[in-house]
């Protein structure tokens, strides 16, 4: 059987990595059937491509353009593909094979400020509709998730399958002292600081954070906020705010850092806080447990399921009552110690590794093929 990956997001720092650690763990798994991985011109290669039974393909099209309409369904027909996988849901409308989506969130339908526009709120939710009914199977990243996308979508419940995806295998626990120091100092960090990497949306609750953190200060703690990610125009509004606050002194925005910054500021962090409230999976918790660092997580959408036991939640709506939740974990040593012990038994609920091997199931169930010739198209 011959599986083509639609890849062409995977310079993406967030579903692009999700593209990398799911097709790499497949490819792993898996030396029966031939893969033909479709990439953008500009896209760096996937590790385990070397393979006889792996074809890199460059394609030209653009995501939402008229001319991925034409050039996906021509490729896939030239190259005899039996089963398209989208990990980023957008499908083609026509084409000659089967085809699997990933949907890992309704989030432009649930959080309309995340994207202002009412013309791209239609042309998202129509390309989002199109794909999850004209796909063979949905997949998606939560049981929420999954919730969120028969409710948005209307999507029959049975033709959507879950498969918990996993921590990127580069974030584990630094321990050089070296690291440890030199990197925070790179950012002017000089003391045990609370940490939170993300996006700058009005969901992922910056302001509240900084509100919070005002409190928390309030409250007899002595630390730096450290914000990681690119925010752009979000981070002059979060600086106007923390001078408002009288903590802008207090506040380090890093801007955009390399993988192996970010996961050296989770291994130094006392503290990783999770605002957020509103996520299809929250990979920055598992992120942090797998640094052994404590979290303190909202109690919102998909974030208890996927932190578990294993991180203290409260309400981030309520400053009031998120700043206590960090102040207890920041001081009490005892309490960080029970979570980043709990963390790392959580991190054992996720496998790229079953991920892989859910996917072929499902494969295989799809195409009623497991093997041998190619499976008719539906």
Known sequence: MKIAFDLRRIRNPGIGRYMKCLVEAILAQDADHHYLLLLGSDAPGIGGSARENVTELRVKSPYYSIREQFELPRVLREHNADLLHSPHFLLPLSRSCPAVATIHDVIYLACREDLPSPIGRLYYRAMMHSSARRASRVLTDSVFSKKEIVHYLGIDPEKISIVYPAVDSQFRQISDPAVLAGVPSKFGIEEGYVFYAGIYKPRKNHAGLLRAFRLFLDAGASAQLVIA?????????????????????????????????????????????????????????????????????????????????????????????????????????EVRRALIERGQRNLRRFSWTEAANSCLGLYAEVTGKSSGQPAMAN
Not at 242 to 253: M, P
């Open 229 to 333: 990610g690119s925010i752009g125009r979000g981070e002059a509004r979060l600086r106007k705010l923390a001078a408002e606050l009288d903590i802008a002194g207090r506040v380090v925005f890093t801007g955009g850092i390399e993988d192996f910054e970010l996961c050296a500021l989770y291994s130094a962090a006392r503290l990783y806080v999770c605002p957020s409230l509103y996520e299809g999976f929250g990979f920055t918790v598992l992120e942090a447990m797998a640094c052994g660092t404590p979290v303190v997580c909202s109690d919102a959408a998909s974030l208890p399921e996927v932190a578990g036991d294993a991180a203290l939640y409260a309400d981030a709506q309520e400053p009031d009552a998120f700043a206590t939740a960090m102040y207890q974990v920041f001081t009490d040593r």
